[in-house]
T-cell receptor, first 113, second 115 residues
Framework: AQSVTQLDSQVPVFEEAPVELRCNYSSSVSVYLFWYVQYPNQGLQLLLKYLSGSTLVKGINGFEAEFNKSQTSFHLRKPSVHISDTAEYFCAVKDTGRRALTFGSGTRLQVQP | DSGVTQTPKHLITATGQRVTLRCSPRSGDLSVYWYQQSLDQGLQFLIQYYNGEERAKGNILERFSAQQFPDLHSELNLSSLELGDSALYFC??????????????FGPGTRLTVL
């Protein structure tokens, strides 16, 4: 069975500081990995995804993530955050045998001025 | 705007009642997914339809059912509602929705409150 662990439920950070949101997954087969963002009172929006190839994936809004197979991780990073990045971020996994995504519990990023 | 629409935005009802949530996928998308987001369970996959047929089932209760119509819109029916069914229900759509993932685009959700 596949599962996703987001280690931090909340991450407070000051504006223009770097941030890393952690995600670890568990699966017995090859996986595809995703990061979604949910702004207040909105649906989920895809930030980036890893399907294959380069382990460093670049997404929208200046975010990037690195797939590390040996550590079963897919951490999300941004070198300099803005107030507008305040949102809930969800890591999701889909293994090669399934059709649906399994989501982590989410990390609330709070960017302070 | 993802192109996925969901109605209604909010729904307040009483225990024991039945409700129907509606989703219209993006133009050209054949797959529709339903997810439930609650404080205690997080975001959970309920069910997927592809071109009118059920393709995958997740943690969907027997009191819940869904269908996808010939025009590709989908409805999620929730019956014998309990307090614990209060949640945000999302619909997502994708072009195909096979084992090789295409991007799922999410609607804004329907917030269901059961009193």
């Amino acid at each position: 069975a596949q599962s996703v662990t987001q280690l931090d439920s909340q991450v407070p950070v000051f504006e223009e500081a770097p941030v890393e949101l952690r995600c670890n997954y568990s699966s017995s087969v090859s996986v595809y990995l995703f990061w979604y963002v949910q702004y207040p009172n909105q649906g989920l929006q895809l930030l980036l995804k890893y399907l294959s190839g380069s382990t460093l994936v670049k997404g929208i809004n200046g975010f990037e993530a690195e797939f590390n197979k040996s550590q079963t991780s897919f951490h999300l990073r941004k070198p300099s955050v803005h107030i507008s990045d305040t949102a809930e971020y969800f890591c999701a996994v889909k293994d090669t045998g399934r059709r649906a995504l399994t989501f982590g519990s989410g990390t609330r990023l709070q960017v302070q001025p | 705007d993802s192109g996925v629409t969901q109605t209604p935005k909010h729904l307040i009802t009483a225990t024991g009642q039945r409700v129907t949530l509606r989703c219209s996928p993006r133009s050209g998308d054949l797959s529709v997914y339903w997810y439930q987001q609650s404080l205690d369970q997080g975001l959970q996959f309920l069910i997927q339809y592809y071109n009118g047929e059920e393709r995958a089932k997740g943690n969907i209760l027997e009191r819940f059912s869904a269908q996808q119509f010939p025009d590709l819109h989908s409805e999620l029916n929730l019956s014998s509602l309990e307090l614990g069914d209060s949640a945000l229900y999302f619909c997502a759509s994708s072009v195909v929705g096979g084992v090789v993932p295409d991007t799922q685009y999410f609607g804004p959700g329907t917030r269901l409150t059961v009193l």
